[in-house]
């Protein structure tokens, strides 16, 4: 069993950063790969960033790459996603998730276990 809890989202204008966390309960947190996902009220989950279980692989969504950085520490169990650059269309509830597999970083369905999300909006 495996918690997730997100922290630092909140408001912030066009061009600036937030750094997100995601903190992890459970001694297993380093064989899971790691990822971000964000929803939008009434669509679909959007992959963003995942990262493999020693941090030696990382993959983003083509519209956040270059922008955002994806990072893990699992001495402390937590993964941040940085984010800069932010845009109004970066608006939406961040979840992290885990998956104990490599293959289908990108797929929702491959993930167990998900964090309860953290707001970010971007004023235009």
């Known amino acids: 069993q495996v918690q997730l809890v997100e922290s630092g989202g909140g408001l912030v204008q066009a061009g600036g950063s937030l750094r997100l966390s995601c903190a992890a309960s459970?001694?297993?947190?380093?064989?899971?790969?790691m990822g971000w996902f964000r929803q939008v009220s009434g669509k679909e989950y959007e992959f963003v960033a995942a990262i493999t279980w020693n941090g030696g692989h990382t993959r983003y969504a083509d519209s956040v790459r270059g922008r955002f950085t994806l990072s893990r520490d699992n001495n402390k169990n937590v993964v941040d996603l940085q984010m800069n650059g932010l845009q109004p269309e970066d608006t939406a509830v961040y979840y992290c998730?885990?998956?104990?597999?490599?293959?289908?970083?990108?797929?929702?369905?491959?993930?167990?276990?998900w964090g309860q999300g953290t707001q970010v909006t971007v004023s235009s």
């Open positions: 459970g001694s297993t947190f380093g064989t899971y790969a």
């Open positions: 998730a885990t998956t104990p597999t490599i293959v289908g970083l990108t797929t929702r369905n491959s993930y167990n276990y």
